[in-house]
């Protein structure tokens, strides 16, 4: 028997083979063995990840041997395009977390357990429930096209697109399932997978089945609160403000005033209880095939009223061997059920904004009873009731996910050295969404609210197959590998509209397809195991491009050189790692969302509220449709320089230098009026680069039997700079609220992307803002759009993540940290209500934010586009910190239990003035307020 | 299986062009798409655009026409200044980045692109090699025949508003970079070609409502010709009035009511006798947030709240739109009774010192969603009422005026036609020959046609735009209005357009 080292578990899958032969078998489940060898052999034990061990052989009949896990981390498997390597041998920029690494506290989604925990990622995750998160690797590469990473999850690539009704594409998937996280940072690494690496790929590899049984049970109950709120005027300070305060010169009237003194934002906010539960099996099926099975539900609510995600899922995965382990079939089956209630954002600023001094509930309304601003029945115009919004409304989305793929990895009997590897993989999700508010909705239109239901139903199916040959010949291993993928997603759904409503209609839509097809392969040479290569080289096929430009290449080469191998440090005690890598490679983009289609020569009709009339009979308009038969790939070139050390055996990092370069951008620009269906299209025009330097270190400080302490530091500095644009000319973007097209932002040669563009605000001699006055900068005597000039961007120039776990017997501390800095924020809650001409909503009143008493403003539209408004967003925050104690052999059962509590959104460290400092795209306008939570629960081992 | 990768759309909105043409409808479809581009800013709803980088609600083509022909002027003023570009149309401070220009300029160089789309696909080659069948072949004329009309009105547009065009016909490729037409060339091929489709266009109210025949053609040169002098510094007042006449003799006569030219069922009503060309608004099948659907909601009241007497919900927009001053004045008490004098203001000071203040200045109700039979359109929000692009009453005036100018006709008929305006409008204060002058056609025109995105045309023509010999509140970004420079009489050509195409370069001044 072959068993582990440290806890005498049977290991299976152990290669075990006479040395310098072709004679050898594998250990099975219970890791059992049998060879047959003369006295003298050599036998050589070995497994990934574990020491190997040679045994002369002296005619026992059982030889028991305990394999030690590996400790130094470079021996640590790494997940990589089709197929793995080792930390050590690995050539790119690559990084692992696997589940001891994971960062813990409320993890509703996946991404989140990967938040600050890699150099170069960041994640950003609004605090609606199960909300999907923006995750950038090194900060996108691209301007107009997709700045997703590419994810995987046990080979099945996934849509980056989610459907109606679910909260994104991860939300469906279960983080207790989930293994461990490969990042693929640069080109050497992701090139593999060509068209679609450019802005990293992240593979997810899930738990799987194992010979031992073991089970668990995870319990977590957790309790949010909001601890901020927008400063607004309370009942009575709106009352003496309404009283005191002109309004464009004249007075305003009081007899709109209430009685009451409501805060609206206590009212459409409310602490929440959530948990979750986990529920997974591990073990041998039938003694003979490994499986893990898992059970999961969470319920999650959201701080603002109504709101609410629940979700059950179901994950099964076999692995059993066949034929000595020359055959291994990995199926990964999964069910996800996602239940959402949406409350409507959009009434967490009509809450900001409404009148302080009216009740919530009005017994005498005709509107469900709740109070409106009205003349008798008739409504007045203005702002609605925000509780009675959410309360009258119930929008709802159920989303039903299945994925999954089947895995086959065959060792050729003859040459050992061959593998085949087949991967199918599918992926689909259907959801159907109502929304249905109350027929006493505040209206006065004949048609009383809202009741429609929509479907919808993406399709993900993926084929993939590779060979692999690894051999060795003396100093030199190789390994080769070729494969061929194919992939193809559909989308497509429909909705009611409105039935209350005879002029509006159902719709249907369905996206064309998209198909994806690769050719690829990889050669690594290693020689005396310190000089290392990796080609790599793909060819890629989209359906979204004509025929003469669908193909592409994307060719990929890095060298690494194990300096610590060398005599000269081998014997370092200082350095006890230090590998030096360099790469280069070429990854492309296709991803243009809604322009799948753009290179065929289409026409399109009007839907049925846009047709057109001739002789007063409807007829339905055929309009062309913008095209360009000329779109081909964006492309990234990235060069890195990489150093992975480690010191005293105690402390490991990297540091990597790299820039890319988007050449031809997927961007859509300007094109001579009449010469198309429409004034601009996406072409291929321009360049962005970006230039970053990534720093980790993982120290750990104290290793002793009671007491562990380690930590994990990592930084990012990014710079991103448009080099070229489409004609050289600025792109406004950044569309604010506070009218209709106002921008904020703008794309601009020599610059960073989303710089902001705004007017230079004027102060007078108290240093008070002059409201409507700005510095004349180009001195031309008239303030117009020429005189904006650019400040800062939404994107931080540095990103710092600190994690640290302590473990005292049997008790765990953790917490971890993040900072930004050098991210501008631009205000739009300040800039878009506080004025006081906002005031007057309509012929009622309305709430404004008690910052108008910095500015003393007057008008909106003299003052949006100020500087005032834009702030550093620089910050520095706790996510969590979680306390846990274990109790070990409870019984004969149950092996452990862990007891544990802790806070999520602990405390957040900014000088900016607005809810929260961490918004997107630089935008502030009143984002889901992420709540600080308070964490206990449970963790059962048997 | 590289051959997946040849993928055809799956959207039952969406045809290939080698799949539509198999069907014979599709060749009136596409004709509609091109006369739809005027009403639509995409196929997907009212928020739809196919343009970019321009606000779907504000790229309609009726709509950004009255931007730069109204509001610019002393007729109209938006309280929302906040709506990027309107602060700086209606205070005259554009610049070649202002939005509307933008949306302005690409909306008409669309119905160019799409006109040009249908005539490569109706050649001969093209039908014979389709085989197109006799009855679709024998209404092929008129058809091309409208689309070089709507092509033509796009130059002409172009002409009056920007001074220049990218000039592309049917024989130029996809995404090339044409030569930029100046007025001189633009007037040229533009007179050209109208001569040239007369033949084949569809006699003078024999076409179905919604489609352009003879008098559309003729309405675009009468108007040519009236302002010649600016676009060409030629005197064709002969050529005017000719045309005028032409359209008269077409059968059209005057509304019986005034404001039926602005009701929800002015496709059917008396309307119909006087509108030469609407753009078709249906509050249900054609959704627009196009000059109609604005002026409707925009022109409720902040005070009177009276958006259902015209049909829409009761607040509209909120006091959108006010008049300036100077349009209210030409409405004095003799004009009390006169049905074109549709101005609200009682409870309101004529001055409007702040933009945004909604309570100042007068409103008007000219426009209705209401029928003329008392009931209402089928949307409270999108109008059912379409607007009346071309209509007898401004040839009337154009006649008028034309006459005056040295262009021929008859003194009387000239007279008769002012006073059968007054008449039509219950308004007995005839006029005499001797009244009839050049600064009273400008006023009376003001009277009649105002809201009609007609009115920056007339200013320049009296050389009243620009200069410092009218001022009109807010003009020039004064309060009471400051003199504009001359170059102010065309608009800058967008920097997005100008940028896509180097030989457009910009106009002097800007």
């Keep these: 028997t072959v068993t582990e080292q440290s806890t005498s578990i049977p290991l299976p899958g152990v290669n075990v083979v006479i040395k310098n032969t072709t004679t050898g078998t594998a250990t099975d489940f219970d890791g059992n063995y049998q060879i047959e060898a003369k006295k003298g052999d050599v036998i050589l034990f070995s497994y990934v990840g574990y020491q190997p061990m040679e045994i002369i052989y002296s005619g026992q009949k ?154 668990t049970y995870d319990a977590q109950y957790s309790f949010g609160e909001l601890t901020d709120r927008i400063g607004v005027f309370s009942g009575d300070e709106f009352r003496q403000l309404i009283a005191s305060q002109p309004v464009n010169g004249s007075s305003l009237n009081e007899s709109l005033l209430g009685t009451a003194s409501t805060d609206w934002q206590d009212e459409i906010f409310r602490n929440t209880v959530s948990s979750q539960h986990n529920i997974s099996m591990q073990g041998s099926l039938f003694k003979a095939i490994p499986t893990r099975f898992s059970f999961g539900t969470t319920n999650q609510e959201g701080a603002l009223l109504t709101s609410n995600f629940e979700r059950r899922n179901l994950g099964l995965a076999l692995n059993p061997s066949f034929f000595d382990s020359h055959l291994k079939i990995n199926l990964n089956a999964n069910l996800a059920f996602e239940d959402n209630r949406f409350g409507d954002t959009g009434q967490i600023g009509a809450a900001l904004g409404y009148d302080p001094t009216q009740p919530v509930y009005d017994p005498s309304s005709p509107f469900g009873g709740y109070y409106q601003h009205r003349n008798g029945s008739l409504l007045s115009n203005g702002t609605t009731n925000p509780v009675a919004s959410l309360l009258q409304r119930n929008n709802y989305g159920d989303a039903n996910r299945s994925y999954g793929n089947l895995n086959f990895e065959y060792k050729f009997h003859f040459i050992p050295e061959l593998k085949a590897v087949l991967n199918l993989g599918y992926d689909e999700t259907e959801s159907k969404t109502i929304d249905y508010t109350s027929t006493l909705v505040a209206t006065n239109d004949p048609v009383k609210g809202n009741s429609s239901f929509g479907t919808q139903k993406r399709t993900n199916k993926s084929f993939d197959g590779y060979l692999n040959y690894s051999k060795e010949f003396g100093d030199v291993r190789t390994e080769l590998m070729t494969g061929y993928s194919y992939q193809k997603f559909t989308n497509n759904g429909g909705n009611t509209g409105n039935r209350r409503d005879p002029a509006s209609f159902p719709s249907t839509f369905a996206d064309p397809d998209v198909v994806l097809i690769g050719f690829f392969g990889r050669a690594n040479i290693s020689l005396l195991d310190k000089y290392l290569l990796t080609v790599t080289y793909r060819r890629d096929g989209t359906s979204r491009f004509s025929e003469k430009n669908r193909w592409g290449n994307f060719p990929a080469a890095a060298l690494a050189w194990n300096i610590s191998d060398e005599d000269f440090l081998k014997d370092s005690n200082t350095i006890s790692n230090l590998k030096l890598r360099v790469g280069y490679g070429i990854t492309g983009q296709q991803d243009i969302s809604g322009n799948n289609d753009i290179f065929l020569n289409r026409y399109r009709g009007g839907d049925q509220n846009s047709q057109y009339q001739f002789g007063n009979a409807v007829i339905e308009s055929l309009i062309a449709s913008e095209i360009n038969p000329d779109l081909k790939w964006e492309e990234t070139s990235t060069i890195e320089f990489g150093v992975d050390y480690g010191l005293f055996d105690k402390v490991t990092g990297s540091l990597n230098f790299f820039q890319k370069n988007s050449t031809d951008l997927l961007f859509t620009a300007s094109v001579a009026d009449g010469t198309n269906f429409s004034n601009s299209i996406i072409q291929n025009i321009g360049e962005l680069q970006i230039q970053g330097v990534e720093f980790s270190v993982n120290t750990d400080i104290v290793k002793k039997e009671d007491l562990n302490i380690n930590f994990n530091f990592n930084a990012t500095f990014l710079k991103r700079e448009i080099k070229e644009l489409a004609l050289g000319q600025d792109v406004r973007t950044g569309g604010i609220a506070g009218g209709t097209g106002n921008n904020i932002q703008i794309l601009r040669e020599g610059e960073a992307p989303n710089s902001f563009s705004v007017f230079k605000q004027l102060y007078d001699t108290s240093g008070n803002p002059i409201e409507g006055a700005y510095v004349d900068l180009n001195g031309d005597d008239i303030i117009n759009d020429n005189d904006r000039y650019l400040k800062e961007n939404p994107n931080a120039d540095v990103i710092l993540g600190f994690q640290s776990n302590i473990n005292y017997k049997n008790l765990d501390l953790s917490f971890n940290l993040r900072a930004n800095i050098g991210n501008y924020a631009y205000n739009n809650v300040n800039s878009s209500r506080a004025q006081y001409e906002r005031i007057l909503d309509n012929s009622v009143l309305a709430n404004i934010p008690t910052s108008i008493l910095n500015t003393n403003f007057q008008r909106t539209s003299d003052v949006i586009i100020s500087d005032i408004y834009l702030e550093d967003a620089s910050f520095l925050k706790m996510d969590n910190i979680t306390l846990g104690y274990t109790f070990n052999n409870v019984s004969k059962t149950l092996k452990s239990i862990r007891l544990w509590g802790g806070i999520q959104n602990v405390f957040t460290i900014t000088n900016y003035s607005g809810l929260d400092p961490e918004v997107f795209g630089g935008i502030d306008n009143l984002i889901y307020p992420r709540p600080r939570t308070v964490l206990a629960g449970a963790n059962f081992k048997f | ?44 709803g009212a928020g739809s655009s196919n343009l970019k980088n321009i606000d779907a609600g504000t790229s309609q083509f009726g709509r950004v026409l009255l931007y730069v022909q109204s509001l610019s002027a002393d007729e109209m003023i938006w309280s929302y200044e906040n709506d990027p570009g309107t602060r700086e149309i209606q205070r005259n401070l554009w610049t070649a980045q202002n939005p509307l220009l933008l949306g302005m300029f690409s909306r008409a160089h669309l119905s160019i692109a799409l006109a040009n789309n249908f005539l490569r696909e109706t050649t001969d080659a093209k039908l014979d090699a389709r085989n197109v069948s006799t009855t679709v072949r024998n209404e092929m004329p008129a058809y091309r025949a409208e689309a070089r009309l709507m092509r033509a009105m796009s130059y002409y547009y172009m002409m009056d508003i920007f001074g220049k065009a990218n000039f592309s016909t049917e024989d130029d490729a996809l995404n090339s970079q044409p030569p930029a037409y100046d007025r001189a060339q633009l007037f040229e091929f533009v007179e050209s070609e109208l001569k040239a489709i007369d033949t084949d266009l569809i006699a003078s109210r024999q076409n179905q409502y919604g489609r352009a025949d003879k008098s559309v053609a003729y309405m675009i040169l009468a108007k040519m010709y009236l302002n010649a002098e600016v676009y060409i510094n030629e005197s064709r007042y002969t050529d005017c009035v000719s045309y005028c006449e032409k359209i008269i003799n077409g059968g059209y006569s005057l509304a019986t009511n005034y404001l039926h030219n602005f009701m929800a069922d002015n496709n059917t009503n008396s309307a119909t006798n006087e509108v030469i060309f609407p753009i078709v608004s249906d509050g249900l099948t ?65 001055e409007i010192t702040d933009i945004s203040d909604k309570d100042s200045g007068y409103i008007l109700q000219k426009y209705s969603n209401a029928t003329s039979t008392g009931t209402f359109g089928v949307d409270q929000t999108f109008v059912d009422t379409d607007f009346p692009l071309f209509r007898l009453a401004d040839v009337y005036l154009m006649y008028a005026e034309a006459h005056l100018r040295g262009g021929g006709g008859s003194l009387t008929t000239a007279v008769g036609y002012i006073n059968a305006l007054r008449t039509r409008a219950n308004n007995s204060n005839t006029i005499t020959s001797g009244e009839l002058t050049l600064d009273f056609i400008l006023d009376e025109r003001g009277r009649e046609l105002h809201w009609e995105a007609h009115r920056r045309q007339d200013l320049i023509r009296y050389k009243k735009f620009t200069g410092g010999n009218y001022n009109w509140v807010w003009k020039g970004n004064g309060s009471n209005g400051i003199s504009l420079p001359a170059h102010f009489n065309v608009y800058p050509i967008p920097t997005a357009s100008m940028a896509a195409n180097p030989n457009l370069t910009q106009n002097t001044g800007y």
Excluded: H
């Design chain 2, 1 to 44: 299986c590289t051959a997946d990768l040849d993928i055809t759309p799956n959207d039952d909105q969406t045809t290939l062009s080698e799949d539509l043409f198999t069907n014979e409808t599709a060749y009136k479809q596409v004709l509609a798409g091109i006369y739809a581009n005027l009403a639509l800013t995409g196929t997907d």
């Design chain 1, 62 to 215: 059982t030889l028991n041997i305990q394999l030690k896990e590996d400790a130094a981390q470079l021996d640590e498997i790494v997940v990589i395009g089709y197929g793995s390597t080792t930390k050590k041998d690995a050539t790119g920029s690559v990084e692992s977390i696997t589940s001891e690494d994971f960062t813990r506290g409320n993890i509703v989604t996946p991404e989140n357990l990967l938040s600050g925990r890699v150099a170069g990622v960041s994640i950003n995750t609004s605090g609606s429930p199960g909300s999907g998160s923006e995750i950038r690797i090194r900060g996108g590469s691209s301007i107009n096209a997709s700045n997703n990473p590419l994810i995987i999850i046990d080979g099945l690539p996934i849509d980056n697109n989610g459907v109606n009704g679910s909260n994104g594409i991860l939300a469906t998937i279960n983080p207790n399932d989930i293994d461990s996280f490969s990042v693929l940072k640069d080109a050497s690494a992701t090139a593999i997978y060509g068209s679609r690496a450019s802005n990293g790929v992240i593979i997810i590899v899930t738990k799987k089945g194992k010979a031992t049984f073991s089970a």
């Design chain 2, 286 to 350: 054609t959704q627009n947030y196009g000059p109609t659907t604005v002026m409707i909601n925009g022109s409720v009241g902040s005070i009177e709240v009276n958006g259902t007497e015209v049909g829409v919900s009761a607040g509209g927009w909120g006091g959108a739109l006010r008049v300036r001053k100077q349009l209210a004045n030409l409405f004095n008490s003799s004009f009390a009774n006169d049905t074109r004098n549709t101005i609200i203001s009682s409870g309101r000071s004529i």
